[in-house]
């Protein structure tokens, strides 16, 4: 069974600061899917990485695919009241189907204003 | 277009009862997963459906559980004689594959169940 796991598990921040959440196992994905969940709602997917050492940016948010397809880390910059929330990272190998998609148990993060 | 709707929004059930929790994938997606959420924890993959295949059953946590889907549209998981662990948000999520390396879920908003 393939482990993601994501590391803080809580994070309480001021607004302004800056701050990453990591997402790492010892099996390789062919891709990796960053969610935000909010109270209330189901998760929103926000970025899919597909090749290893790939960078993706979304405003604020900078996404990164290790070079062996094993970590992501999703590091904000300036964090707003608006990022607080439930971030989820998924792994998909490339048997497809349910297996195909792993996900952490989330880093939930509160930016206080 | 419409995104993934779950019914009912949230539902309160008393112990032993059974539910039913429907969903409504997006129209084309070939694929409909289910989810269980505690209260703070990530997701509990329950049962995936793709197309006409076999459904995967593995992450159902009893034979209380099952799940049916028509086609690639509607799915409804049931849970029979439900107790007071059952208690969390059930997730929809539906996909479109594109190819091989990437499996991009849209989900519901959720069902939340309370079982008293």
């Known amino acids: 069974t393939q482990l993601l796991e994501q590391s803080p598990q809580f994070l309480s921040i001021q607004e302004g600061e800056n701050l990453t959440v990591y997402c790492n196992s010892s099996s390789v994905f062919s891709s990796l899917q960053w969610y935000r969940q909010e109270p209330g709602e189901g998760p929103v997917l926000l970025v899919t990485?597909?090749?290893?050492?790939e960078v993706k940016k979304l405003k604020r948010l900078t996404f990164q695919f290790g070079d062996a397809r094993k970590d992501s880390s999703l590091h904000i910059t300036a964090a707003q009241p608006g990022d607080t929330g439930l971030y989820l990272c998924?792994?998909?190998?490339?048997?497809?189907?349910?297996?195909?998609?792993?996900f952490g148990k989330g880093t939930h993060l509160i930016i206080q204003p | 277009g419409a995104g993934v709707s779950q019914s009912p929004s949230n539902k309160v059930t008393e112990k032993g009862k059974d539910v039913e929790l429907r969903c409504d994938p997006i129209?084309?997606?070939?694929?409909l997963y289910w989810y269980r959420q505690r209260l703070g924890q990530g997701l509990e993959f329950l049962i995936y459906f793709q197309g006409n295949s076999a459904p995967d059953k593995s992450g159902l946590p009893s034979d209380r559980f099952s799940a049916e889907r028509t086609g690639e549209s509607v799915s409804t998981l049931t849970i029979q004689r439900t107790q007071q662990e059952d208690s969390a948000v059930y997730l929809c999520?539906?996909?479109?594959?594109?190819?091989?390396?990437?499996?991009?879920?849209?989900f519901g908003p959720g069902t939340r169940l309370t079982v008293t």
């Open positions: 999520a539906s996909t479109a594959y594109l190819g091989t390396r990437s499996y991009e879920q849209y």
């Open positions: 998924a792994g998909a190998d490339s048997g497809g189907g349910a297996d195909g998609l792993t």
């Open positions: 990485v597909v090749t290893g050492g």
């Open positions: 129209s084309g997606h070939t694929a």
